[in-house]
């Protein structure tokens, strides 16, 4: 908050002299403004090396991803709230039953080589998705399995859903591959093709070449793609320079040999922040820190009830937490809905830290404390007929959650509830606790990446209470309806409406406390401008806006009109 408080002071300042000049701008006077110039290089450094360049086999690889924003193009793209806006696609049209979903393909887009985009490329790279031997994630295959793919003409496709399924939009972001370089390549033998280190796409930039020595990828090399469809870049090439470590890529950020770096974390967040010709931006990732609750445990019966879930999230000081562990680069959770998203509830604030209003709740519900216990003393436990408040937190065995376990076991302690902590492998948080629910708490991570829609009925809908992904057990019928129809629905308005109920419930009845979200920082030099970064579903989504970037600029004349009364 006090961020976007320090911008505001800034923007009102510069209102400000904006007004001053033009108050004392003499009429009829030349003012002089800046273009952007098509040329230049942008060069990036970034830690990890590129295998397949593929978007279809890219799932694994974050440097992957990251170099086929740039080469490849989807049917459907997202603007910066998440929405679906048409990219490939002209336009699409949903039956009313929102079972067909029926595209028809822009008639201007080429492949990097020229050839038109076509139907049959679509076909080509959905099929590779169904096949059995897809090397991709399982669950991509079996939701694709599913649907029936076909070509009505040589720019249109028609995609049949067994059922309604209002995300559907969102797996048509894919990039294409060319089915008139592909054609009858499988998906086993995608793998090791040729076209995963020479590939052309339809995307802003043209893959050049690799430089390679010892057999390690040194750099690759893009160029703009002046045919592009869409706006054309302004950069003429885009670098990628790859090292091991996060300290020899801020080597080369800091001796000039790349403008930008990216994942960075930790004492090079500092160093950077000290440096006053780096631009810093940061952008919220789709995941979030969590403590799973298991509403449904058979002896710390408890848990199921919302005050003493509502005091263990108001007893917490979650923006110190992120100020000691994080350096701040992180934001407090409001809900399970992701910020800055068309789904997120506005009005919705997150809840204070409070921990007079979480002892009053405890009270309410007969947690006492001994008399004269104080607060963060060793008497201070409350408990209900001899049974204290207390409860196990299971937590990954690193020092980062191993710490945040620590300060929350702290926090709770000063409301009188006793938290033991108990490390295990990060690994098997999920299969030996979340998934059998044996468990009492679990501090874990919640990944919502690569897809923007905010679908959340896999995590809180009372059919996956027993074997899906439901770990905390919330069952609510009134959740349970709008989580329903929200994913029948594909009028995204009304799926906002029904995400908005969902939301302020959710908070009402804190079925798991939702801690924070982390960040995604980038460092660029300020001689390249024209930089935007928004919330992202993937890393990768920072060069959402690279056609706007730029590094050369020429100076405009424009001449201020006369006074009327001149």
């Not at 904006?18 to 290089?41: C, K, N």
């Not at 040729?194 to 160029?223: C, D, K, M, V, Y």
């Not at 409001?334 to 830290?353: D, H, I, K, M, R």
């Not at 905010?454 to 996956?464: A, L, T």
């Amino acid at each position: 908050m006090g961020r976007l408080r320090w911008q505001l002071i800034i923007a009102l300042g510069g209102l400000i002299l904006i007004a001053a000049l033009l108050l004392t701008q003499a009429p009829g006077s030349e003012t002089s403004t800046s273009e952007p110039v098509r040329g230049g290089t942008y060069a990036e450094a970034v830690v990890g090396t590129p295998s397949r360049l593929n978007p279809v086999l890219d799932a694994l690889n974050p440097v992957d991803r990251e170099i086929d924003r740039l080469i490849y193009t989807g049917l459907v793209r997202f603007d910066s709230r998440g929405a679906p806006q048409p990219d490939l696609a002209a336009n699409w049209a949903i039956s009313a039953d929102g079972t067909s979903y029926t595209v028809t393909l822009r008639d201007d887009a080429r492949w990097h080589d020229g050839s038109p985009v076509s139907s049959d490329d679509v076909i080509y790279t959905f099929s590779k998705l169904q096949d059995e031997d897809y090397p991709g994630p399982a669950d991509l295959r079996e939701m694709w399995s599913q649907i029936s793919v076909t070509k009505v003409d040589g720019l249109t496709v028609q995609f049949k859903l067994p059922e309604p399924f209002a995300p559907f939009l969102d797996y048509l972001s894919v990039g294409l591959l060319p089915d008139h370089l592909l054609r009858g390549v499988s998906a086993a033998q995608l793998i090791d093709h040729p076209q995963n280190l020479h590939p052309i796409g339809t995307g802003p930039f043209r893959f050049e070449g690799f430089e390679i020595e010892e057999g390690r990828i040194l750099r690759l090399a893009l160029s703009a793609n002046e045919d592009f469809y869409g706006q054309a870049p302004y950069l003429e090439r885009v670098d990628f320079r790859f090292f091991e470590t996060q300290e020899e890529a801020l080597q080369a950020y800091q001796a000039g040999d790349v403008q930008g770096l990216s994942g960075v974390t930790g004492a090079t967040l500092n160093t950077l922040l000290a440096d006053g010709d780096t631009n810093v931006y940061s952008a919220r990732l789709p995941s979030a820190e969590l403590v799973f609750l298991n509403t449904r445990h058979p002896e710390k019966v408890f848990l199921a009830d919302k005050r003493v879930r509502q005091a263990l999230m108001l007893g917490l000081n979650r923006q110190s937490i992120i100020d000691r562990y994080f350096q701040g680069q992180a934001l407090i959770a409001t809900g399970a809905v992701l910020p800055g998203t068309w789904a997120f509830a506005e009005g919705l604030s997150p809840l204070p830290f409070d921990p007079e209003r979480a002892a009053s709740l405890l009270d309410a519900a007969e947690w006492t404390v001994p008399v004269g216990a104080t607060p963060g003393s060793p008497e201070y436990v409350r408990a209900k007929e001899d049974l204290p408040l207390a409860f196990e937190l299971l937590h990954a065995d690193d020092a980062t959650h191993l710490a945040v376990a620590q300060a929350l076991q702290e926090y709770w302690r000063q409301i009188g509830i006793v938290v033991t902590l108990r490390a295990a492998p990060a690994e098997a948080l999920l299969s030996q606790a979340l998934e059998p629910r044996e468990f009492e708490a679990v501090l874990a991570e919640l990944d919502l990446s690569r897809y923007p829609d905010p679908d959340p009925y896999p995590f809180w809908h009372d059919s996956q209470a027993e074997a899906g992904q439901n770990y905390s057990g919330f069952s609510d019928r009134n959740t349970s309806i709008w989580l329903e129809q929200a994913r029948t629905t594909p009028d995204i308005r009304k799926r906002a409406e029904l995400y908005r109920s969902f939301s302020f419930r959710f908070q009402d009845q804190m079925p798991s406390l939702f801690l924070f979200h982390p960040v995604y920082t980038t460092a660029i030099r300020s001689q390249v401008l024209g930089v935007t970064v928004g919330p992202m579903v993937d890393p990768s989504d920072r060069f959402g806006s690279i056609e706007g970037w730029y590094v050369l600029a020429r100076r405009a004349r424009t001449q201020a009109p006369d006074s009327p009364d001149g």
